[in-house]
């Protein structure tokens, strides 16, 4: 123990890790990514060649330290290289979400200043290009993948290829440099920028520092014991602070290993081919692949549906309960075994989840029904709580303390506090060091002493000390008689259904709540196909009077149960309408992770809100939307505006359970 | 030999060569029926060169003298400087020319990546007893074979489907899968039949785009039928339209497009 703490006391810088890793796992598997439908695999030693080879590569091309590289692509070792190689220049990687255009883009690129920038494909260095006259700092481009860049102008562009041949080609001019940049890294110098997706206004740009991500990495490594063999698949953003987390920071403390997919499409193949060990995704990945069983099932044999029924009632019976090592009868724990057999074992095996050990959720509220569907499979599936200023952890739920409803415990070496208005606060090592070039913003969010606002609405349970999250603070408001309004704790009680992919709340100052509902395609069409229901277009299903019927059904049920809730019977909705497109990040409405931009919504389908509170049966409207290379278009529709059953609220005195 | 005279450079840098394959006066036959009557144009090497017209014009006609598969009545078909007899298909094949379908062609109970390799069987050797026993030659040559496949599947991006059993994709991949598995023989010269038909806008946009990068990457030339005017505008390096077996307009798009006898064989003239 003692020669490994002087080591690690060493290692205080991403590159400083590479290092310790190829002292100690030299050989062992690295990075994988899937090309050619063969996987590739390099080890610690061969990944520092090529990232050391691109670090003197990038250094021929003047690098200079503290510029900033921005890394726009998919998950590939190349990425991840590039970044540790511009951190080795004395650099700062921002990673940047690859799905943006090119006017969210120009912005991000604008405000960090970026003098280089490394592209996954020419779809990106197009995207570069276009917005490269406005912003004048850029003076290099480099690309992955070279298909289709022939013509491009080169004399300031380069394929990464080339920039790693170029370094390895000048190794005895740059090692030198290249050395000294590395020794010059400290605890606090700057590991990574990453960008906040931003529910409200412009994306602001998060510095984090060696320590931030290297305390970060050590704490939760130990939380959850992960070890060198863990197995990881790489798939969400990049510049997502979680993947930087996962699949930087604690694949270098732990030196475990960095799986890459072939491309999004092949994900849940590989993934299955994989088996990851540690697993990371955000609710609606485990929602889809629920869905898709469910859907898979519905069309099985009856044998086979008999024993797909039969067995995972008994797993939801006992399942969580012997993950959780909780006492469980013999001859249950005999029939879950024999369903281990029959069904658990070969749908885990489908669905890629055979090996895993720990899995997290985290970003959204996930379902009580798929969290459990996952738990009592057997799969450890557990969730987290925390944001890009925190390098991800706040809270997260210990082995065997694992509920749906709660977020866990603070993680270890970070203080949570809740403020007056119930505000979430926490102080960490992980706490950012500031928001780039934006010392207001810094300031309003992180207090001298460190706490940070989260913006989000909690408490502690009493009796379990978990954390429970309600809202964002600031749309948690008060209906016009004085009432709690929640919006997201009925929209995620409404989006648990299958059948609704996005629900947008509205109420605040009002007398009554009202909701915009997004139907899932996928569920409702194969419902719809199921009941033969006839649809030429996504608007046409999502008009349809039987839909109405069910989704009315479902917002009667979530009534029901808002309505046992003493302090948010106020929130039940008594008018909705379905609308007529898919909320979208292309449009705004949402943000690249997915999440609803409310002010966004309601501003730009005012007329609707209006139409739902002024009593009509139906509205017209026409919206504009954003298609994916940026042209625009309109959609007309005329919507039905439908009511919805209001249960009586509970007394407060018998709902205190 | 026919004078293989330079070629030129086209507006966004590629190069067109000389002439690859020349029709002379090609007139078929079928019985009483006259499908092409004396057609004569040149395919260049590099060049992108449609052949459009109203239905029933003799276009699937023309595109299957081109691959062999007809033998014309009267004229000559030069390939590479040499006049060309009547051949097998596999001879077609072996001097690379490969093909789509209008109406797809493929084995809807395999799965797309063995599809793909069936384009390559004309390019392998090993022998049947080899291949039957998976001895000697035959891993060592399916794997080097397998490596081209891969390379196809990533240039036009199905990996997601690559063991989808062919018969469970829908139209518009069918399409991509058909040009790998056309792709995967390596051509000197491709057709495509259609390549467009009964697509969606985002398909047809995709689909354009693999044609240009297929021509870009790799140098093949290709010959293909569309009835979109928009595709055929922008893709083709030049254009032949046909109507009622006769070719009345040969030339760039842009001037194909103001040439009267097309106009009035797309819009039709008035029969006073």
Known sequence: ?657 | MKDMNEGWVTADGRKIGGVLMELRNITLKFGGVTAIKDISFDIRDGEIRAIIGPNGAGKSSMLNVISGFYVPTEGSVWFKGYQRGPMKPYQVAQLGIARTFQNIALFDGMSVLDNIMTGRLTLMKSGLFSQAFWWGGASREEEAHREKVEKIIDFLEIQNIRKTPVGRLPYGLKKRVELARALAAEPKILLLDEPMAGMNVEEKEDMCRFILDVNDEFGTTIVLIEHDMGVVMDLSDRVVVMDYGKKIGDGPPEEVRSNQAVIDAYLGVAHD
């Open chain 1, 1 to 657: 123990m003692a020669d490994r703490t002087a080591a690690e006391h060493s290692a205080q810088s991403i590159p400083a890790l590479l290092a310790r890793n190829v002292a100690r796992y030299g050989g062992y598997p690295a990075y994988r990514e899937k090309e050619f439908g063969i996987w590739q695999t390099w080890t610690w030693a061969q990944a520092n060649e090529e990232i050391r080879a691109l670090a003197m590569g990038l250094l021929s091309l003047g690098v200079a330290r503290g510029d900033h590289i921005a890394i726009i692509g998919r998950n590939r070792p190349a990425h991840y290289w590039a970044m540790v190689a511009a951190q080795m220049c004395g650099a700062v990687p921002v990673p940047l979400y690859q799905d943006a255009v090119a006017e969210e883009m120009a912005y991000v690129l604008g405000h960090c200043g970026a003098r280089f920038v490394v592209c996954g494909d020419q779809e990106q260095v197009d995207k570069v290009v276009e917005v490269e006259d406005r912003i004048h700092t850029i003076e290099h481009v480099m690309y992955t993948d070279k298909r289709g860049m022939r013509k491009y102008d080169h004399s300031r562009m380069n394929a990464l290829a080339d920039v790693i041949a170029e370094g390895k080609a000048g190794h005895y001019r740059y090692e030198q440099e290249l050395e000294t940049r590395i020794a010059e890294l400290t605890y606090d110098s700057t590991c990574v920028m990453l960008y906040t997706s931003g529910t409200t206004g412009k994306p602001k740009g998060v510095v984090l520092s060696n320590r931030n991500i290297i305390e970060t990495a050590k704490n939760s490594v130990s939380f959850d014991r992960l070890t060198r063999a863990e197995e990881v698949l790489a798939y969400l953003p990049m510049a997502w602070v979680g993947d930087f987390i996962f699949s930087v920071g604690q694949a270098y403390w732990a030196g475990f290993t960095v799986n890459c997919p072939e491309n999004a499409a092949t994900m849940m193949t590989d993934l299955r081919e994989i088996g990851p060990t540690y697993f990371f995704a955000p609710p609606r990945v485990f929602e889809g692949q629920l869905t898709q069983v469910m859907i898979r099932m519905e069309d099985a044999g009856r044998v086979k549906k008999w024993l797909f029924d039969h067995y995972m009632a008994l797993a939801r019976r006992v399942g969580p309960a012997i993950l959780d090592g909780a006492p469980v009868g013999m001859l249950d724990r005999l029939r879950y075994a024999l369903g281990g057999f029959f069904i658990y074992g070969p749908l885990k095996n489908t669905l890629g989840f055979s090996r895993i050990r720990v899995g997290y959720t985290a970003g959204e509220a996930i379902g009580p029904e798929i969290f459990d569907f996952y738990r009592s499979l057997g799969i450890n599936l557990k969730q987290l709580y925390g944001q890009t200023e925190a390098s991800v952890f706040i809270t997260q739920q210990p082995d065997g303390q694992v509920r749906s409803d709660t977020v866990g415990v603070p993680s270890p070496g970070v203080e949570v506090k809740i403020g007056e208005n119930g505000e979430v606060y926490y102080r960490s090592p992980g706490t950012f060091v500031e928001y780039y070039n934006n010392p207001d913003s810094t300031a309003s969010t992180k207090d001298a002493e460190g706490w940070v606002a989260t913006g989000d609405a909690g408490f502690f349970e009493e009796g379990s000390g978990h954390l429970r999250i309600i809202d964002r603070a600031k749309d948690v408001g008060k209906l016009a008689d004085g009432r709690l309004f929640a919006p997201k704790y009925v929209e995620n009680k409404l989006k648990f259904y299958p059948s609704i992919l996005e629900a947008v709340v509205f109420g605040a100052g009002r007398d009554r709540c009202t909701a915009f509902i997004n139907i899932d395609l996928t569920a409702v069409g194969n419902w719809a196909e199921r009941n033969n229901i006839a649809y030429a277009s996504y608007q046409e299903l999502a008009g349809h009077p039987k839909v109405y019927d069910m989704i009315r059904g479902h917002i009667d049920e979530v009534n029901a149960s808002v309505a046992r809730d003493p302090m948010l019977s106020g929130c039940q909705i008594h008018r909705f309408l379905i609308l007529h497109k898919e909320l979208d990040a292309d449009d705004g409405e949402m943000t690249r992770t997915r999440k609803v931009r409310r002010n966004i919504v309601a501003e730009k389908y005012a007329d609707l809100i209006d139409a739902l509170y002024d009593g009509r049966d139906s509205v017209y409207t026409e919206t504009e939307v954003t298609y994916e290379d940026g042209r625009k278009g309109a959609i007309k529709a005329t919507l039905t505006l439908a009511d919805a059953t209001v249960a009586p609220g509970v007394q407060l005195a018998e709902a205190a359970e």
